[in-house]
């Protein structure tokens, strides 16, 4: 049977678990329908799924159709778990997309259906809750078709809507020709001539839906199973199967880590090429391969001092291998009617579980180096202090969120030494309480939490040029290390050139060079990581090995790859600093629905939050404003519009950009890092850490 990765998506509430829930049973792998009100169901796992009633982790389960093994992924459908959908898109086949025919599209439908478009992923739409009171059907097509901006053929229609007798009618109309005529040129000159026969229509159907051109619609619901069978033969006959060559060379991404009861790591990848054997040695880590001009992390995750969830020794060990290892496999399974099942070898096409590789981390390639690991959604914007309760052991804590980072690496773990601090990045407040919830659960560990504050990344302004030569100066360190910081296009990250010979020192050398570059970006002039901006080496220069006679190697006397780490980040800071660097603050892009007469009280406040509202519709008797607001103030923002709307008032918001800030004192983020822009006092840091 054929493998099909299908990842199901929606807005939180919408009915995608129970949805997953009806499948599995309509499949016959389970017997009995569980609940999410009851904490029943098969795909929420976790302990505070079940009690929250929301979807946190992706969970993998399979299930047979005719000629076809689906593995199908549930995804969280809170935006503050963007992270968990954002690693599953890498490794999908086809996706279904869960709208509710009760409140439409939502602010996550877009988001998720913006990006299943982007990339090119075979999407069905599923019209869910036909049968609760307020459902509609052609309104809720309608307004789908022009929100989301989507081509959208209708696979039938819902008849008893609002009643628990509600059902779905299949049958493709002339809406259908109208729509798959737009993209086929011959299929319109045949409908033109005379007409098209059904086969041809299903087949041109089938054959726009796999390239993502069109996305067929079905009405249903989750509860009563009234659509489900419709869709099961829309994902069966209309969806691509995964393909791959199981003798080709081994190509996987991993996607996503866990722990086992032991404590093992777990990691799930997708297979796109060869096949993964247990007792096999496989090459994994950077999905980008070896020797990256460009920076990976993302704003919001600075490289500093953040542990991205690995243990002292998997930082070592990936470093010696700059960023590929090998391990060994030691076992696998795959995912068969609901449960696992352990196998020797696992070919392409299908998803695994692999224990055995204790520094895998996600977005690590195995074998091959396959496309590059991608951001698809906004990094986190929020940050804030865990705050250890009594009790607490700090070490501990410290090691339960980096074992989490693993888990989630944009949780983006950042130690402050100095104050004994430890911060984690976030989507939302949401976010924090399950963090909080986890730790209590699953490490015994009692936290709090600091206020939530915004991540501004730094971006410089103009071109600085700095340089430190070997012995001069009242240079310490054996080392000659000049750089250039010129500002690069938003969105470009950070990249390293090198304007000198690469053979004129020890590679090793520009590599320690290059590691520090990237490490001290991650705090900048004012704290905030410095991203959009490119760092090239202009001087260089190393004492050669010395040796006294009859003695050994003297360090003394010879340049080391500690030389060129500690010089480094004087360097860049100051080269930073002639160049200059404007912060700035993430930005959020707002629609905001309400009454047209509390417009005038709504318009005074957006502008005290320093919203900009940029364009003005209206919606039957509403006012429609879209436009930007800062990150900072969209919980404000949220608090306030129930009183200032009569509790009419709708509110969406995402991330859009970064922007200068141009409003209040400029915030700074307290320093990690042994502080370069004091030079007396990073030398004498550098000199205690030596000394230690």
Known sequence: MHPLNLGIFAHVDAGKTSLTERLLHTAGVIDELGSVDAGSTTTDTLALERRR???????????????????????????????????????????????????????????????????????????????????????????????????????????????????????????????????????????????????????????????????????????????????????????????????????????????????????????????????????????????????????????????????????????????????????????????????????????????????????????????????????????????????????????ALTQLAEQDPLIGVRHDELRKETSVSLYGEVQKEVLQATLADEYGLDVTFRRTTTLCVERPVGTGHAVEFDKKDANPFLATVGLRVDPAPPGSGVAFRLEVELGSMPYAFFKAVEDTVRETLGQGLHGWQVTDCTVTMTHSGYSPRQSHAHQGFDKSMSSTGYDFRGVTPLVLVEALRRAGSLVHEPMHRFRLQAPADTLGTLLPVLARLGAVPETTGTHGPACVLQGTVPAARVHELEQRLPGLTRGEGELETAFDHYAPVTRGTVPERPRTDFNPLNRKEYLLNMARRVGD
């Open 53 to 399: 009633g929301i979807t946190i982790k992706s969970a993998v389960v399979s299930f047979p159709l005719d000629g076809v093994t689906v593995n199908l992924i549930d995804t969280p459908g809170h935006p503050d778990f963007i992270a968990e959908v954002e690693r599953v898109l890498g490794v999908l086949d086809g996706a279904v997309l869960v709208v509710s025919a009760v409140e439409g599209v939502q602010a996550q439908t877009r988001v998720l259906m913006r990006t299943l478009r982007r990339l090119r992923i075979p999407t069905l739409v599923f019209v869910n809750k036909i049968d609760r009171r307020g459902a509609q059907d052609e309104a809720v097509l309608h307004r789908t078709a022009r929100l989301l901006a989507v081509p959208l053929v209708p696979m039938g229609r819902a008849a008893a809507l609002g009643t628990r007798a509600a059902r779905f009618v299949p049958g493709l109309g002339a809406a259908a020709l109208d729509v798959l005529a737009d993209h086929d040129d011959d299929l319109l000159a045949a409908y033109l001539d005379g007409g098209v026969p059904d086969s041809r229509l299903h087949a041109a159907l089938a054959a726009q839906t796999r390239r993502g051109l069109v996305h067929p619609v079905y009405f249903g619901s989750a509860v009563t199973g009234a659509g489900v069978p419709e869709l099961i033969g829309g994902i069966e006959r209309l969806l691509p199967a995964a393909d791959g060559d199981p003798d080709g060379p081994l190509s996987a991404t991993v996607f996503k880590v866990e722990r086992g009861p032991a404590g093992e790591k777990v990691a799930y990848a997708r297979v796109f090429s060869g096949t993964l054997r247990v007792r096999d040695r496989v090459p994994f880590g950077d999905g980008c391969g070896t020797g990256r001009t460009t920076d990976g992390p993302e704003p919001g995750r600075a490289t500093g001092d953040r542990t991205e969830g690995r243990s002292a020794a998997g930082r070592k060990e990936r470093r010696e291998t700059d960023g590929r290892t090998e391990g060994r496999i030691t076992a696998l399974s795959v995912f068969e009617r609901g449960a696992d099942d352990r196998r020797e070898s696992v070919g392409a096409g299908r998803i695994v579980k692999v224990w055995g590789l204790g520094a895998v981390r996600v977005g690590d390639a195995l074998g091959e180096p396959g496309t590059a690991y991608e951001h698809h959604f906004a990094p986190p914007t929020l940050e804030t202090v865990v705050v250890p309760g009594p009790g607490t052991d700090r070490r501990s804590l410290h090691l």
